[in-house]
């Protein structure tokens, strides 16, 4: 009787654990093709320190989006879609 096969790197084929990790988060996010290399190009310059990042949870994003909420000029789908013709 044979010991079963114990892998201990589940994440393999991927090359590392953290690109397994990333393309499962995409995967599971359904990123298209576009979002999937924006999202890399940024976690490439904030890994190279060519950008500063600060978010650490939902929240700090939610609370970014309710201080731009109220920066921003109100603008209703009629006005847009008026202004168009």
Request: glycine content about 2%; charged content about 20%; overall charge negative.
């Amino acid at each position: 009787m044979s010991l079963p096969i114990v892998d201990n790197e589940l994440w393999q084929p991927f090359m590392c654990r953290a690109d397994f990790e990333f393309a499962e988060l995409a995967h599971q996010a359904a990123l298209n093709k576009d979002q999937t290399n924006k999202m890399l190009v940024l976690i490439w310059q904030i890994a190279e320190g060519h950008t500063k990042f600060t978010f650490k949870s939902h929240a700090e994003v939610s609370k970014a989006w309710d201080r731009s909420a109220t920066q921003m000029t109100p603008i209703s789908y009629l006005q847009t879609y008026l202004s168009c013709y």
